[in-house]
């Protein structure tokens, strides 16, 4: 049985490179693949927050966050908590215990009296950094007239 080393009688060396375009191919695959899951992967509790004239916030995607839904259920993060047990919650919650800081979201539908109960309970478990979650008004202006008084509307046509 004959072996070639490479450097035989025909004079040819032996191949040491690599060819790396299907791998790098498969890496273009799979970036293209993350790129396109990673947003439907964002899982959370889903409400219909109200809209609010307000500056936008830096929002870290791992910071603490504590939503109401329309049906009135509580939740930090996805699990789901009794509202009577809130405080005592947050109270255990380690990591909201060192950093003292937590985002509110609560569905527009919800009665006003239980977003104050819940935040009632929020602030006596100590919390002393409280953020409101809501979506930008559509067609919001971003800034007052250089005035600083309001544009007025031309005045109507006679009949």
């Given amino acids: 049985m004959g072996m070639s080393t490479g450097g035989g009688g025909n004079g040819r060396a032996p191949l040491s ?15 293209i693949i993350f790129m396109v899951a990673a947003p439907m992967m964002t899982t959370g509790v889903q409400v219909d927050l109200p809209d609010a004239d307000a ?68 602030r006596a478990a100590g919390v002393s950094n409280l953020g409101l979650v809501t979506d930008p008004v559509a067609g919001a202006p971003t800034a007052l007239p250089a005035s600083g008084d309001a544009a007025a509307a031309p005045p109507a046509a006679a009949p």
């Avoid at 490179?17 to 970036?31: G, K």
């Avoid at 047990?85 to 539908?109: G, K, M």
């Fill in 55 to 122: 500056p936008p916030m830096d929002i870290e995607q791992d910071q603490l966050l504590l939503t109401v839904d329309a049906s009135q259920r509580v939740y930090l993060g996805e699990s789901e908590i009794p509202v009577e047990r809130l405080e005592e919650t947050l109270r255990a919650n380690r990591r909201l215990q060192t950093e003292h800081e937590l985002f509110v979201q609560a569905d527009h539908a919800v009665p006003y009296g239980f977003v104050v109960r819940v935040f009632a309970a929020v």
């Fill in 17 to 31: 490179e690599i060819n790396v375009t299907p791998l790098v191919d498969v890496m273009l695959v799979l970036l």
